[in-house]
């Protein structure tokens, strides 16, 4: 397994860091891999040039491939033990689509998913059970994430029929009620259904769901987009509460920037299938270098009038291109106002830029943009 994090300035960490994997030949030994508790601090899961391209199919009976969606289109990150990665970007840039390749809910093109040092895009059988077990998702709408058929009771007990060996059958309906206790409800309510709740009650039984297995990590795709302004706020509150309880990883994914930047420790920007900024909170929030970020950031509804008054709005021109017929180079080039002949000749990589690297400045972070520069952004979240 990795050593202790890399650090490359004070306070920061990088995007990526050097993937060490484990030998393990047979399935009996990656499951005892899998299953061994990862140190704090060490990446737990780590990505390495994700992609995911869905084709676009032309005919009937003799179905002919004319062309590629570029969903994902080659996505590096680390995800660290005990911390929450934040995810953001507008509709349509493939947030979604890398929760549901971090799950194997769908199949990679190409990349890989280190899980411990074992490619879990490379697995099947009893080993991706086992990393199934240990990774689980929250999904977006509480409202058809859920059985309606289904007791309280047995949707967040199934887990157990899939795994028993985490609780035996006898002991299930007791793990069940003190699951509903730790998100906050009532463990009488295990036979009521899903309509007698309200939308902020679904989410906390998704979320009991997902814990039932004791997992390492939680993907949340968007878990409060669908709920009122107060119940986002006790649903957060009670994911923090958890992630210490249980020792958690959050990979956290939404469009509300003022809750990424609330529960995230690092923050990822997303545009188009593709990473396009990378960095902790305060350096993605109060220091922008990537011209996307700060028009995103610019966008975010100032309720201070004085603060307002004195704000740069920046307004992009166009609409976000197609990703099955994506720009060459630089992905936002189309919008951007710093685009010149480079940025279409020539696709950047998400490094440090050139203009803050070696310096010890919150700018200094991971940046996929040829002329990226600092511009602070008065308000943002």
Request: hydrophobic residues 40%; charged residues 25%; proline residues 7%.
């Given at each position: 397994?990795?050593?202790?994090?890399?650090?490359?300035?004070?306070?920061?960490?990088?995007?990526?860091s050097?993937?060490?994997?484990?030998?393990?030949?047979?399935?009996?030994?990656?499951?005892a891999?899998?299953?061994a508790?990862?140190?704090?601090?060490?990446?737990?899961?780590?990505?390495?040039n994700?992609?995911?391209?869905?084709?676009?199919t032309?005919?009937?009976?003799?179905?002919?491939?004319?062309?590629?969606?570029?969903?994902?289109?080659?996505?590096?990150?680390?995800l660290?033990?005990?911390?929450?990665?934040?995810?953001?970007?507008?509709s349509?840039?493939?947030?979604?689509?890398?929760?549901?390749?971090?799950?194997?809910?769908?199949?990679?093109?190409?990349?890989?998913?280190?899980?411990?040092g074992?490619?879990?895009?490379?697995?099947?059988?009893?080993?991706l059970?086992?990393?199934?077990?240990?990774?689980?998702?929250?999904?977006?709408?509480?409202?058809?994430?859920?059985?309606?058929?289904?007791?309280?009771?047995d949707?967040?007990?199934?887990?157990?029929?899939?795994?028993p060996?985490?609780?035996?059958?006898?002991?299930?309906?007791?793990?069940?009620?003190?699951?509903?206790?730790?998100?906050?409800?009532?463990?009488?309510?295990?036979?009521?259904?899903?309509?007698?709740?309200?939308?902020?009650?679904?989410?906390?039984?998704?979320?009991?769901r997902?814990?039932?297995?004791?997992?390492?990590?939680?993907?949340c795709?968007?878990?409060?987009?669908?709920?009122?302004?107060?119940?986002?706020?006790?649903?957060?509150?009670?994911?923090?509460?958890?992630?210490?309880?249980?020792?958690?990883?959050?990979?956290f994914?939404?469009?509300?920037?003022?809750?990424?930047?609330?529960?995230?420790?690092?923050?990822?920007?997303?545009?188009?299938?593709?990473?396009?900024?990378?960095?902790?909170?305060?350096?993605?929030?109060?220091?922008?270098?990537?011209?996307?970020?700060?028009?995103l950031?610019?966008?975010?509804?100032?309720p201070?009038?004085?603060?307002?008054?004195?704000?740069e709005?920046?307004?992009?021109?166009?609409?976000?291109?197609?990703?099955?017929?994506?720009?060459?180079?630089?992905?936002?080039?189309?919008?951007?106002?710093?685009?010149?002949?480079?940025?279409?000749?020539?696709s950047?990589?998400?490094?440090?830029?050139?203009?803050?690297?070696?310096?010890?400045?919150?700018?200094?972070?991971?940046?996929?943009?040829?002329?990226?520069e600092?511009?602070q952004?008065?308000?943002a979240a």
């Amino acid at each position: 397994m990795a050593d202790t994090r890399e650090q490359d300035r004070d306070g920061a960490t990088p995007n990526v860091s050097d993937v060490h994997t484990t030998d393990a030949s047979t399935t009996a030994e990656v499951e005892a891999v899998l299953d061994a508790p990862a140190e704090r601090g060490e990446p737990i899961l780590q990505v390495r040039n994700l992609v995911k391209h869905f084709p676009l199919t032309q005919g009937v009976l003799f179905k002919k491939q004319v062309g590629a969606v570029k969903a994902v289109d080659g996505v590096s990150f680390d995800l660290y033990k005990g911390e929450t990665l934040g995810i953001v970007g507008e509709s349509g840039c493939g947030k979604s689509t890398v929760a549901k390749l971090l799950m194997t809910l769908e199949t990679a093109t190409s990349g890989e998913v280190f899980y411990k040092g074992q490619d879990i895009t490379k697995l099947s059988g009893r080993a991706l059970k086992a990393v199934r077990r240990n990774i689980q998702m929250v999904f977006q709408d509480p409202y058809t994430s859920l059985n309606p058929r289904m007791t309280v009771g047995d949707i967040i007990g199934e887990p157990f029929e899939i795994h028993p060996e985490v609780a035996p059958k006898g002991d299930r309906r007791k793990r069940v009620q003190e699951l509903l206790d730790v998100v906050g409800l009532n463990p009488e309510y295990i036979n009521r259904y899903p309509h007698q709740f309200s939308g902020g009650q679904r989410q906390r039984i998704g979320i009991a769901r997902g814990l039932a297995l004791n997992p390492e990590i939680i993907i949340c795709d968007e878990p409060v987009s669908a709920l009122d302004v107060s119940v986002q706020a006790q649903v957060v509150n009670l994911m923090e509460k958890l992630q210490d309880e249980f020792d958690l990883s959050y990979i956290f994914i939404a469009h509300d920037l003022s809750i990424v930047r609330h529960i995230s420790d690092r923050v990822g920007v997303m545009y188009l299938g593709r990473m396009a900024e990378i960095g902790t909170d305060a350096e993605i929030y109060e220091h922008p270098t990537h011209p996307y970020t700060q028009a995103l950031l610019s966008a975010v509804p100032v309720p201070d009038p004085e603060a307002r008054a004195g704000r740069e709005r920046i307004i992009l021109a166009g609409d976000v291109p197609s990703p099955a017929n994506p720009p060459s180079g630089c992905r936002f080039r189309t919008r951007c106002w710093k685009a010149q002949d480079k940025c279409a000749q020539e696709s950047p990589l998400l490094a440090v830029p050139g203009a803050f690297a070696g310096k010890d400045t919150p700018a200094a972070h991971e940046s996929a943009c040829h002329f990226a520069e600092e511009k602070q952004v008065v308000g943002a979240a």
